[in-house]
């Protein structure tokens, strides 16, 4: 059973520009949900995602979005990136509410913000 | 929102030897959840707990849901160079904004002297 699948692993910007980080959960998972990690705040819940809709959202501010698509596959957007948003952003899935804990995370997407 | 204070911060140990952390909220959690992260990795769930007073093993690791559940401990016996990671507690409940996804403590570095 493939696990969670995110893409890119590994990139670069730039003060200013926006990013789409992308994300496939395991199959049969219609829960997608979000997370910041950084060295100085460690894991932060960004959104969740459940069946198209947004259910859950974390304090962050408004240029951080994101999606899920009819597949459950999801996506978010940050735009307008500022130097303090390059951190690891992980991506986790699972069958129904996150609230029971079990998640899958995927490898994450590393982001460098110049 | 909600915080979990981990503790210790970092372990350093000889392989062989038991360890234990443990972790702390101001606030009562229904759930605990022991997650470990390796590098290049993300979070993979170890134990979940559900009930106050639970105790829970995995193999060489056990989880206790502490009574007040506003606790938890886990314990690895006889540590063996692969338990090398970053030990996360985590809960389901406000992240701050009234968001419902998981809340994670800062981790605990286990670091295995040869």
């Known amino acids: 059973k493939a696990g969670v699948t995110q893409t890119p692993r590994y990139l670069i910007k730039t003060r200013g520009q926006q990013v789409t980080l992308s994300c496939s959960p395991i199959?049969?998972?219609?829960?997608v949900s979000w997370y910041q990690q950084t060295p100085g705040q460690g894991l932060q819940f960004l959104f969740e995602y459940f069946s198209e809709t947004q259910r859950n959202k974390g304090n962050f501010p408004g240029r951080f979005s994101g999606r899920q698509f009819s597949n459950s596959r999801s996506e978010m957007n940050v735009s307008t990136l500022e130097l303090g948003d390059s951190a690891l952003y992980l991506c986790?899935?699972?069958?129904?509410?996150?609230?029971?804990?079990?998640?899958?995370f995927g490898e994450g997407s590393r982001l460098t913000v110049l | 929102g909600q915080q979990l204070n981990q503790s210790p911060q970092s372990m350093f140990i000889q392989e062989g030897e038991d360890v234990s952390m443990n972790c702390t909220s101001s606030?009562?959690?229904?759930?605990w959840l022991w997650y470990k992260q390796e590098p290049g990795e993300g979070p993979v769930l170890l134990i979940a707990?559900?009930?106050?007073?639970e105790l829970t093993s995995n193999g060489r690791l056990t989880a206790q849901f502490g009574i007040t559940r506003k606790d938890s401990f886990l314990n690895i016996s006889a540590s063996i160079p692969s338990d090398v990671g970053i030990y996360f507690c985590?809960?389901?409940?406000?992240?701050?904004?009234?968001?419902?996804?998981?809340?994670f403590g800062k981790g605990t570095h286990l670091i295995i002297q040869p």
């Open positions: 985590a809960g389901p409940g406000d992240s701050g904004g009234g968001a419902d996804g998981l809340t």
């Open positions: 199959s049969g998972h219609r829960s």
């Open positions: 707990l559900y009930k106050a007073g």
């Open positions: 986790a899935s699972s069958l129904g509410a996150t609230n029971t804990g079990e998640l899958f």
């Open positions: 606030s009562i959690f229904n759930t």
